[in-house]
């Protein structure tokens, strides 16, 4: 059974910076190109970061991003320890959401419980 448990979420002022974290219990976690998603209120859930395997041919060899986080956010993995993290600078109020790994693409079994960040003055 798969279970993906994200954390590090909180209250943080704009400017501010927050390191989520998400542990997967997946075999072969590896072999999975893993993403971090958004959902925030009223809205629909949409990719923020993704970060590929590497092995096979559809791979990015370089994470993608969604244009409103480019060059504030960085993805990271841990073949090691099968987490995933999500490294989130310059936080804006508009980054308020809920945040949620999974697979990409995702898988709806997957979903876990995420975590919220709340950006606020």
């Known amino acids: 059974q798969v279970q993906l448990e994200e954390s590090g979420g909180g209250l943080v002022q704009p400017g501010g910076s927050l390191r989520l974290s998400c542990a997967a219990s997946?075999?072969?976690?590896?072999?999975?190109?893993m993403a971090w998603y958004r959902q925030a209120p009223g809205k629909q859930r949409n990719l923020v970061a993704r970060i590929d395997n590497r092995d096979t041919p559809d791979s990015s060899t370089t994470p993608i991003y969604a244009d409103s986080v480019k060059g504030r956010f960085t993805i990271s993995r841990d073949n090691t320890k099968n987490t995933v993290h999500l490294r989130m600078n310059s936080l804006k109020p508009e980054d308020t959401a809920v945040y949620y790994c999974?697979?990409?693409?995702?898988?709806?079994?997957?979903w876990g419980k995420g975590t919220l960040v709340t950006v606020s003055s």
């Open positions: 997946i075999s072969n976690f590896r072999a999975y190109h």
């Open positions: 999974n697979i990409y693409p995702p898988r709806m079994s997957f």
